[in-house]
């Protein structure tokens, strides 16, 4: 038998280190070639780390958040022959690794609480007392040891939420133990048996638990990112009303018609036509700043950033020229870069370079919004939710279907007269939707 060391691979475009982001794989697993092991973050992508070889873990080389350098030991496995390393060279770093999977006592107590389990998993024990709700029913078995924090995504987290669910006592059937949409079902399914008074009780019992979350991977990069934007840009925020109608007529006319055979369009790829028509005549809006340049750049090309909601939090994925396609093209595009964003398989590409954003949470639109411009853009464009309501027009009171749409601006760069003259050529294009296709 012999020892196979995995290092940190190159993830090019001159990358120095990656943040370590996800384990798939635990101290005593037994492997297969092309398994994936880790999940790495650069910038905004995602990158999976598979393994070249066959055989068994004997340790992990980082812990979750960790910065890696390209080049750091990521993993350690025995395998059949004789290994890439040398037995002396194995033995002399073998601790080095093995403190790297067991935090020694000088690390914090945050920093122990994202190292990679051992082999030997510690048994389940009951939380201690007062550290979650009182259960109504006998209180089911802790899936993990008290303190520590439950692996779930933020959906399943807001969802156990909702449903009055503590993490601490749902098992885990995800990598690491990772709870997932369907071991909430069956943690419902398993307490339907109880009474409609317990579960009254249960309802109402004070909840006095606590959860620490890392603030990790694509997280911690929309973190950054916001702050970066909050911190370097003076934004203002207009907002206008838009009458939709016939916009919403004329979008249900073409799914009727082609909808069987080029796909439904939803309002998305019609106000990204709007947008790209109405920055002809809005260079200054269309364009990034360097400010530790002192340099605008102005750009005839549209590329659009349209924000996704993913289960890790909201991506930029960027709609390559605009201009250059019809309805049916962009909603495709955006369709397919909402799916490798959702997935996590957007690459470098697809998720940097825009010079506008459009962003929109659908029903949830609320009815104002101030969004949070895209660095270093200088304008961002907020969808709100589409409401029916009663205007007076021609004296006459009618139902309309109306919706906000809320744009933050660079002061620095760009004058609050300019700005609301392009949402206001905006709005007009889309209530007189035929324009949109006037050259």
């Not at 603030?215 to 925020?237: N, S, W």
């Not at 969808?383 to 029916?388: D, F, K, P, Q």
């Not at 007269?417 to 050259?439: G, H, K, N, W, Y």
Request: hydrophobic content about 45%.
């Amino acid at each position: 038998m012999g020892i196979h060391i995995i290092k940190m691979p190159d993830i090019g475009e001159g990358i120095a280190e990656v943040e370590l982001v996800a384990w798939h794989v635990q101290v005593g697993d037994t492997i297969s070639e092309d398994q994936n092991l880790a999940d790495v973050m650069t910038d905004k992508a995602a990158v999976e780390i598979p393994s070249p070889v066959a055989g068994k873990v004997l340790a992990l080389g980082g812990t979750l958040g960790e910065m890696m350098a390209v080049g750091a030991e990521l993993i350690r496995i025995e395998v059949e022959g004789a290994g890439n390393t040398s037995a002396q060279a194995a033995a002399e770093s073998a601790a080095p690794a093995a403190e790297a999977v067991a935090p020694t006592p000088a690390q914090s107590p945050a920093a122990a609480s994202k190292a990679p389990a051992p082999a030997a998993k510690a048994p389940s024990a009951p939380a201690a007392a007062g550290s979650a709700r009182a259960p109504a029913t006998p209180a089911p078995v802790a899936t993990r040891q008290f303190g520590e924090a439950p692996l779930a995504s933020p959906a399943v987290r807001r969802r156990a939420w909702d449903l009055g669910i503590e993490l601490q006592y749902v098992h885990g059937s995800g990598p690491q133990g990772r709870i997932l949409h369907e071991d909430l079902d069956a943690y419902i399914q398993a307490q339907q048996g109880h009474s409609a008074m317990a579960a009254c009780i249960t309802q109402y019992a004070p909840r006095t638990g606590s959860q620490q979350v890392p603030v990790i991977g694509l997280r911690r990069k929309i973190a950054e990112k916001m702050q970066e934007a909050k911190r370097r840009i003076p934004h203002f925020t207009y907002v206008e009303e838009v009458d939709v109608t016939e916009l919403e007529a004329l979008r249900n006319k073409l799914n009727n018609l082609h909808g069987a055979t080029r796909g439904k369009l939803t309002l998305i790829p019609l106000i990204a036509r709007a947008m790209v028509v109405a920055l002809r005549d809005f260079p200054q809006i269309n364009a990034r700043y360097d400010d530790d340049a002192g340099v605008v750049t102005r750009y005839e090309g549209v590329h659009l950033g349209i924000a996704a909601q993913t289960d890790n939090g909201l991506v930029v994925a960027v709609l390559r020229h605009a201009e250059s396609r019809d309805l049916w093209g962009n909603a495709s595009e955006v369709a397919r870069l909402a799916e490798a964003a959702r997935s996590g398989k957007a690459t470098r590409d697809e998720l940097t370079g825009s010079t506008i954003t459009l962003t929109s949470l659908g029903a949830l639109g609320g009815i104002v919004s101030t969004p949070v411009i895209n660095y270093p853009e200088v304008g961002i464009v907020g969808v709100n939710r589409l409401v029916e309501k009663p205007v007076v027009m021609n004296g006459q009171i009618v139902v309309r279907k109306t919706m906000n749409l809320s744009s933050s601006f660079d002061h620095r760069v760009v004058d609050g007269m300019d700005a609301a003259r392009f949402i206001q050529a905006v709005r007009s294009l889309l209530e007189t939707p035929a324009t949109l296709f006037i050259d």
